[in-house]
T-cell receptor, first 116, second 115 residues
Framework: DTEVTQTPKHLVMGMTNKKSLKCEQH?????MYWYKQKAKKPPELMFV???????INESVPSRFSPECPNSSLLNLHLHALQPEDSALYLC???????????????FGPGTRLTVL | QKEVEQDPGPLSVPEGAIVSLNCTYS??????FMWYRQYSRKGPELLMY????GNKEDGRFTAQVDKSSKYISLFIRDSQPSDSATYLC???????????????FGAGTRLAVHP
């Protein structure tokens, strides 16, 4: 099973709202990722968690706040977003092994976010 | 110059055609090459994964890597309307010591297979 689940599927929020996106995997993967994808563009990496620790923050504005409560869950907390933050937010996971090889990332279906 | 170049298309072919999708790259440290398929409004789905140079076949799909030319290809035989999607190439160097890897994506090629 290579399933990554994300909730909600769709989210509409105002610029003053606070909301959270959730991601879950039960593959025993130890690396989890947040990506942002605009229409007709490839995914852009936002954050990487490795063994529940934040390893990469790609200079993402502080209105996006990631959280990794445990090895299976990844959250993205949203606050005071702008209309240009409207996009598909994708979660991915990988085994996270340091064998000298890369390990493949498996993506969830995404949350389509609209900021009004 | 982008690290990974991919023609965004769109590419329109008749059903049954052989499709060739390509990416070029500039970073010689890349050793791991992936193709993802993404249907409209869905997440990317891993299609093929190849290490270093060579060919890999899976059903109607063949991935080729030519590291000397820094060029990768995905061939789809007997294309079907259900193959209509965006195809993203992605590549990475070795896994970081922290146990994660960073994928560099191409722009994605939009493919339409018409009956």
């Amino acid at each position: 099973d290579t399933e990554v689940t994300q909730t909600p599927k769709h989210l509409v929020m105002g610029m003053t709202n606070k909301k959270s996106l959730k991601c879950e995997q039960h593959m025993g993967h130890r690396a989890m990722y947040w990506y942002k994808q605009k229409a007709k563009k490839p995914p852009e990496l936002m954050f990487v968690y490795s063994y529940e620790k934040l390893s990469i923050n790609e200079s993402v504005p502080s209105r996006f706040s990631p959280e990794c409560p445990n090895s299976s869950l990844l959250n993205l907390h949203l606050h005071a977003l702008q209309p240009e933050d409207s996009a598909l937010y994708l979660c991915a996971s990988s085994q996270g092994k340091t064998s000298g090889k890369t390990d493949t990332q498996y993506f969830g279906p995404g949350t389509r976010l609209t900021v009004l | 110059q982008k690290e990974v170049e991919q023609d965004p298309g769109p590419l329109s072919v008749p059903e049954g055609a052989i499709v060739s999708l390509n990416c070029t790259y500039s970073n010689s440290a890349f050793q791991y090459f992936m193709w993802y398929r993404q249907y409209s409004r869905k997440g990317p789905e891993l299609l093929m994964y190849t290490y270093s140079s060579g060919n890999k076949e899976d059903g109607r799909f063949t991935a080729q890597v030519d590291k000397s030319s820094k060029y990768i290809s995905l061939f789809i035989r007997d294309s079907q309307p259900s193959d209509s999607a965006t195809y993203l190439c992605a590549m990475s160097a070795s896994t970081f010591s922290g146990g994660y890897n960073k994928l560099i994506f191409g722009a994605g090629t939009r493919l339409a297979v018409h009956p």
